[in-house]
Nanobody
Framework: QVQLVESGGGLVQPGGSLRLSCAASGSIFTINAMGWFRQAPGKQRELVAG???????NYADSVKGRFTISRDNAKNTVYLRMNSLKPEDTAVYYC???????????????WGQGTQVTVSS
């Protein structure tokens, strides 16, 4: 079993910054892609940013130039640095990882429990 634990959410004023972290633990042989999604009230969950094991990244158009995703493969951890935050960034942010538990196991998709980010004055 694999657990993803997020941290770093909170309340921040517009224009402020936050850094989210997500650490994976448990039965892990390797982690392929990792990413951050978010879900605002009444809206569908959407991809915010993704990163491959080799470090290639992709971002939602709404966060390009403001958010930066990174990862530490040795620590099985992914980060999301969020700058110039806007009220429309308010959402629950979820970490996602594609994990292979053993060398022969198939990739499985795991989610964190979510962390609330609120941008308000």
């Amino acid at each position: 079993q694999v657990q993803l634990v997020e941290s770093g959410g909170g309340l921040v004023q517009p224009g402020g910054s936050l850094r989210l972290s997500c650490a994976a633990s448990g039965s892990i042989f390797t982690i392929n892609a990792m990413g951050w999604f978010r879900q605002a009230p009444g809206k569908q969950r959407e991809l915010v940013a993704g990163i491959t094991r080799s470090g290639s990244t992709n971002y939602a158009d709404s966060v390009k130039g403001r958010f930066t995703i990174s990862r530490d493969n040795a620590k099985n951890t992914v980060y999301l640095r969020m700058n110039s935050l806007k009220p429309e960034d308010t959402a629950v942010y979820y970490c996602n990882a594609d994990v292979r538990a053993t060398i022969t196991a198939p990739l499985r998709d795991y989610w964190g429990q979510g962390t609330q980010v609120t941008v308000s004055s």
